[in-house]
């Protein structure tokens, strides 16, 4: 069993950043590829990045791709999401996934 908590959401300014945190509890959270996803107000959830269980190697929605980056420390069970240049887009819940696990999901809201 693996439980997901979000954090680092909030209110910013279009052009401002966030870092978005992700802890897992459970022994095998090494072993898993993470994902962040999203879901803004009348819209169906999507991907947005992902990353390998080594870290090596990530993947990214194209909108996002030169403005937010994905990373984990594995001796913290902790996945990230620094977010960058935010647009009034990327206001939506972010949700950390990992195996079948998924967080229970912190607001983002970028104000124009």
């Known amino acids: 069993q693996v439980q997901l908590v979000e954090s680092g959401g909030g209110l910013v300014q279009a052009g401002g950043s966030l870092r978005l945190s992700c802890a897992a509890s459970g022994r095998t959270f090494s072993t898993y590829d993470m994902a962040w996803h999203r879901q803004a107000p009348g819209k169906e959830r999507e991907f947005v990045a992902r990353?390998?269980?080594?870290?090596?190697?990530?993947y990214y929605k194209d909108s996002v791709k030169d403005r937010f980056t994905i990373s984990r420390d594995n001796a913290k069970n902790t996945v990230y999401l620094q977010m960058n240049s935010l647009k009034p887009e990327d206001t939506a819940i972010y949700y950390c996934?990992?195996?079948?696990?998924w967080g229970q999901g912190t607001q983002v809201t970028v104000s124009s």
């Open positions: 996934t990992g195996g079948n696990y």
């Open positions: 990353i390998s269980w080594s870290g090596r190697t990530t």
